[in-house]
């Protein structure tokens, strides 16, 4: 048997691991053994690897055969514990980019071929023939692959390509003995294409960063009490998965048992870590820092939130914006015109030079139209786009802001007007008691108290928010005889005293006059025998940010911003007074709000879009029918990934202002490109038809405009100066 000892390192809490540990070879199948186990049969072996493939027969069959099983050996200490392919025990090292092995190979394919150019270059001059083989060697080093792209092209009766007219400009300026300058023009070349392939490299990195989310495996516990690793997508609503320190949560679920912190920076970009305990719900994708978890699992792993996000993800490049349209459009016209345009060059001089009775010089119009055609090579606008949009995506997702296609950024970049659902966007969605309004001789404490123990059998929000309140466990036997009147409070005894708690009609009811109250938000009055000690407000809070998002919108050239809820006018007016908004829209039922998300796109300007911003709940029908739909908090919310344009995965409004900040940045870019790249490459075309611009400056046209633009490109990567804002 193929078994090779390998001690098992401790973990960060000096931990090993008990009994035997055997993984098979590239695979991160790991099966644990009992102690004292030293010395497995090969049949017992493959009777307990094979267990830990159960289900999946194809990876048993491709990965199990060969019996390359390694051997991890320790006894010990304190609990049981796998090796963990998903562990974060480790400090987060610097994402760094290094080269594949076709990148490393091509380029000492350049360095090889300018090697040899040069030491050709240095040697005395041989005949032509002889100098005609020896440069053909730099050049079919560094430049087979683009001969043999460009002849497979002709022969699927697609030959216009960046490839076919750099071998018909390479080749062309051989014929003309030309050798240094085609050698020249293909290095250069495949010097551009190695620098682009390494910058798209770099930004497909950033975007496969936030693919580690995807777990690998989930912990399920046996009957008796072991782990057994399993696939994600075998686990079963409802079954209880284990989640230990260092792991990602694979699947949603409900804690059971277990307190712990979780990460969720790869989800929402914040690294402050959010608390949980029995009872919590939890998404995949999350981080286990700290304490053991049991989750019972609410769904299915193919309808889990990590999925969804990575569908999301991976898809994004499907939806492209029309700058991408554009480019592909014109670049299926653009290189055959230039091919044609540059035979005309070759040609057509020369024909009307000899019906005019002067020297034709085919040579010299030849050379020219060769280099027409290496400085018109779309490379800079095909690759430099596609990545500035790539990379606006990529710096986005790093944020926490999931833009689900290039053509959703450029919208987001043209919108001008934003509409905001109230409740759970730009407020908490969770009552708190915002006022303590004590009658003279009673404290704040006692009238607390009083409604808290009032209300402890109560389940209503705001019920549970004067609870929360008072901040102390009830002793439920200090309260009896618990009466609920609908409409109007509850009351009870608490320690012999009658208490009520209600509205100002449950007072009345019981003879009692309450002072008129000024204040936005739900008043719940308190009597304590026939005595009244004071009152409390209870509203829907702002959240912290909010007002300094609405500024921030503005500061980024938003026009209008617009509040609809289905609270009541005094509310509403209230908070859009607060937040500065522009207009705000109170008492709306869910279609009443597609109604004036209807009137607004009516209202707006010309070129200006319209997004709306919800909290994903019952925002389905409005996230869908604006210009751009913008889901806010959504982490976990399933109708808001679906429905939405743009996915926030925290709920800070901050968010969306830079969601706005690097979508324009991005179309900033690429309209930096398309300029750049189209004004410098119809000079070179008209210095080079004139005669004026050489086979160098077409190598600078084309290489140096497609390098430039790609270096702009990848700044669209880089978000850190934005959020700074």
């Known amino acids: 048997s193929a078994f090779s000892p390998f001690k098992m390192p401790r973990s960060p809490s000096g931990e090993f691991f008990i009994g035997n540990v055997f993984r098979v070879e590239k695979t991160d199948c790991f099966q644990q053994f009992p102690p004292g186990f030293q010395h497995p049969l090969r049949k017992t072996c493959k009777r307990n690897v094979k267990k830990c493939f159960s289900g999946r027969k194809t990876a048993w069959k491709t990965r199990v055969k060969p019996w390359n099983i390694h051997f991890y050996g320790e006894k010990?200490?304190?609990?049981?514990?796998?090796?963990?392919?998903?562990?974060?025990?480790?400090?987060?090292?610097?994402?760094?980019?290094?080269?594949?092995k076709k990148q490393k190979k091509n380029l000492q394919r350049i360095i090889a071929a300018v090697v040899l150019v040069l030491i050709l270059k240095l040697l005395p001059q041989f005949p032509t023939p002889v100098e005609l083989a020896l440069y053909c060697i730099p050049y079919l080093v560094v430049g087979w692959d683009v001969l043999r792209k460009a002849v497979k092209g002709v022969k699927n009766r697609q030959p216009f390509d960046e490839c076919f007219l750099m071998a018909v400009a390479t080749v062309g300026a051989f014929a003309l003995g030309d050798y240094v300058e085609g050698c020249a023009v293909i290095i250069f070349y495949q010097i551009g294409e190695l620098f682009q392939s390494v910058a798209v490299g770099k930004s497909r990195q950033s975007i496969s960063s936030l693919m580690d989310i995807r777990p690998d495996y989930a912990n399920v516990e046996d009957e008796d009490?072991?782990?057994?690793?399993?696939?994600?997508?075998?686990?079963?609503?409802?079954?209880?998965?284990?989640?230990?320190?260092?792991?990602?949560?694979p699947i949603d679920g409900i804690i059971v048992e277990g307190t712990s912190a979780l990460n969720t920076a790869a989800l929402t970009g914040e690294s402050l870590p959010r608390d949980v305990r029995s009872g919590d719900e939890v998404i995949s994708g999350c981080v286990n820092m700290t304490g053991l978890l049991k989750v019972r699992t609410t769904k299915e792993f193919g309808e889990s939130t990590v999925s969804k996000i990575l569908d999301l993800v991976e898809n994004s490049s499907m939806k492209k914006a029309r700058a991408e349209n554009f480019i592909t459009r014109f670049a299926r016209v653009y290189t055959p015109a230039v091919c044609y345009g540059a035979l005309a060059l070759a040609f057509v001089p020369p024909i009307v030079l000899l019906l005019m009775g002067q020297p034709a010089r085919f040579g010299d119009w030849i050379y020219r139209a060769l280099t027409f055609l290496v400085i018109s090579c779309p490379c800079a606008l095909v690759i430099s786009i596609p990545l500035s949009f790539f990379g606006g995506i990529g710096g986005a997702s790093s944020c926490g802001i999931l833009i689900k296609g290039s053509t959703y950024l450029e919208e987001l970049a043209n919108t001008g007007v934003v509409v905001f659902d109230k409740t759970g966007t730009l407020t908490q969605g969770t009552f708190k008691v915002t006022g303590i309004h004590p009658a003279e001789g009673v404290t704040d404490t006692a009238l607390v108290e009083a409604a808290a123990l009032a209300e402890s059998w109560s389940k209503h929000p705001i019920s549970l928010s004067i609870k929360a309140a008072y901040g102390k466990p009830i002793d439920a036997a200090r309260v009896t005889d618990v009466q609920e009147l609908g409409g109007h409070g509850v009351t009870a005894k608490v320690d012999g005293k009658t208490v009520a708690a209600g509205n100002a009609r449950l007072m009345e009811k019981l003879g009692l006059a309450v002072p008129a109250v000024e204040g936005v938000g739900t008043i719940v009055h308190v009597a304590v025998e026939g005595s009244y000690p004071g009152y409390l407000l209870i509203a829907d809070v702002v959240k912290p940010h909010s007002a300094d998002a609405i500024r921030a919108l503005k500061a980024s050239g938003v026009r209008k911003t617009v509040m609809l809820t289905g609270d009541a006018q005094p509310v509403a007016q209230a908070v859009a007074q607060q937040l500065g908004l522009d207009e705000y829209h109170a008492g709306l039922l869910p279609g009443d709000k597609v109604d004036q998300i209807e009137k607004l796109l009516a209202a707006k300007q010309p070129k200006e879009n319209l997004a709306f911003v919800g909290d994903g709940i019952n925002d389905a029908p409005v996230l869908s029918r604006a210009d751009v739909g913008i889901a806010m908090g959504a982490l976990?919310?399933?109708?808001?990934?679906?429905?939405?344009?743009?996915?926030?995965?925290?709920?800070d409004p901050a968010k969306i202002a830079l969601a706005m900040r690097i979508a324009r940045r991005t179309l900033r870019i690429v309209h930096q490109n398309i300029v750049f790249a189209l004004g410098i490459k119809a000079l070179c075309l008209l210095l080079g038809a004139l005669g004026i611009a050489g086979m160098w400056a077409a190598i600078f046209a084309d290489v140096g405009v497609m390098v430039i633009a790609v270096l702009n490109a990848t700044r669209a990567l880089y978000t850190k100066d934005l959020t700074k804002n």
């Open 225 to 249: 009490g072991r782990l057994e690793q399993v696939d994600p997508d075998d686990v079963e609503v409802g079954t209880v998965i284990v989640v230990q320190p260092g792991e990602r949560v």
């Open 76 to 100: 010990l200490l304190k609990s049981p514990r796998l090796p963990q392919r998903n562990a974060a025990h480790d400090p987060p090292k610097k994402e760094s980019f290094t080269m594949n």
């Open 636 to 651: 976990g919310s399933d109708a808001a990934i679906e429905a939405a344009d743009v996915v926030l995965m925290d709920d």
